[in-house]
């Protein structure tokens, strides 16, 4: 985003509130890792460039899997997962993140983050890359919404403010591709940046994070980048 013309990404607040949700766990070490495309574990080779104390990182399932295994114990109030998953809009070419959901409300075990080759290649982790990110989800909530598919029409107060908008959005878009002053000076319109600019959902820091702490783990929990 930091290196985006003219950082555009930054313009799309969804884009931005995603990439601030949740927590990540960082690479103790620069790891390499080779897949030759067979099924079993030993066609996936992983190595260390750099880092110190022991590689948490190997091949075990086998089919080009990449484990991470994360040092950590969760516990999550009852009733409350942990989603796991790859960090959020941070593709990496020839692999990718699987994603889990743990009942860290009940477990007493640690978990696996696993990556998935996508065709045989060399992939590697920087030291201190993000190599998973979690966050908490309320179990059971998914099971109290119901889909329903209805006219627009049917709300006649939505759709005047959606037809108000759409309207809006044609005219700018316009004025925008005939070079208008006006609209070239805004660059775009900023309704949903403006509706939402007072809220500010940040993940808060774990309670026990100082300096010591981060030394001993090699800063491996961090919150989500901006």
């Known amino acids: 985003m930091e290196d985006a013309d003219k950082k555009f990404p930054y313009r799309c607040l969804p884009l931005v509130i995603a990439n601030q949700y949740g927590w990540e766990i960082l690479s103790t070490h620069h790891v ?8 079993g574990p030993d ?3 992983v190595e260390s460039l750099f880092g110190k104390g022991r590689l948490h990182c190997h091949s075990h399932f086998g089919e080009g899997v990449l484990t ?13 997962n942990l989603m796991v998953r790859g ?6 070419d020839g692999i990718v993140a699987l994603d889990g959901v743990i009942e860290t409300d009940w477990a007493h075990s640690t978990f ?19 190599i998973c990110l979690f966050f908490p989800i309320q179990r ?3 099971e109290m919404f119901r889909g329903e598919f209805r006219m627009l029409e049917a709300d006649r107060e939505f759709e005047n403010k959606f037809r108000e908008w759409s309207d809006s959005r ?8 005939k070079g208008k002053p006006e609209a070239v000076a805004r660059g775009w319109q900023k309704d949903y940046m403006q509706t939402a600019k007072d809220k500010k959902p940040l ?21 989500n980048r901006d």
């Open 68 to 80: 991470f295994q994360i040092p950590f114990l969760f516990k999550t109030p009852a009733g409350w």
């Open 170 to 177: 044609d005219r700018f878009l316009a004025a925008l591709d």
């Open 43 to 45: 066609g996936l080779h």
């Open 112 to 130: 696996t983050m696993n990556w998935r080759f996508t065709r045989a290649c060399t992939v590697e982790f920087a030291l201190n890359e993000p």
């Open 87 to 92: 960090p959020t809009n941070h593709p990496k």
């Open 32 to 39: 390499r890792a080779s897949w030759d495309g067979s099924s």
């Open 203 to 223: 993940a808060h820091p774990f309670a026990n994070e100082n300096v010591v702490e981060r030394a001993r783990i090699g800063g491996l929990v961090r919150r």
């Open 140 to 142: 059971g909530v998914l």
